[in-house]
């Protein structure tokens, strides 16, 4: 299960950290990745991290976005600055690759 929190409404420019709480399976073990959807649009893939920690970003957050977990709270972030209007879809967190389980995930608007 993931349970994605810490959206919100913010203006260009804002920043904003999701976190990520994950269960039901070894948090450690896995790749974890930060994921967005916009409506009529595709999941797109964001930011990955391994389980020792290694990252890679998606060229259109590279620079802006930063994934980190804390293995010891089995939780994923995503720090979020420099936000952009483009950036407002629902934000969701999984494995990578993605398991078929969603969770909610959390909505990020930016706007002014």
């Known amino acids: 299960e993931f349970v994605e929190t810490g959206g919100g409404l913010v203006q260009p420019g804002g920043s904003l950290r999701l976190s990520c709480a994950a269960s039901g399976f070894d948090f450690s073990i896995y790749s974890m990745a930060w994921y967005r959807q916009t409506q009529g649009e595709e999941r797109e893939l964001l930011a990955g991290i391994t389980s020792d920690g290694q990252t890679k970003y998606a060229d259109s957050v590279k620079g802006r976005f930063t994934i980190s977990r804390d293995n010891g709270r089995n939780t994923a972030y995503l720090q979020m600055n420099t936000l952009r209007p483009e950036d407002t879809a629902v934000y969701y967190c999984?494995?990578?690759?993605?398991?078929?389980?969603w969770g909610q995930g959390t909505r990020v608007t930016v706007s002014s």
């Open positions: 999984n494995m990578r690759p993605a398991s078929a389980q």
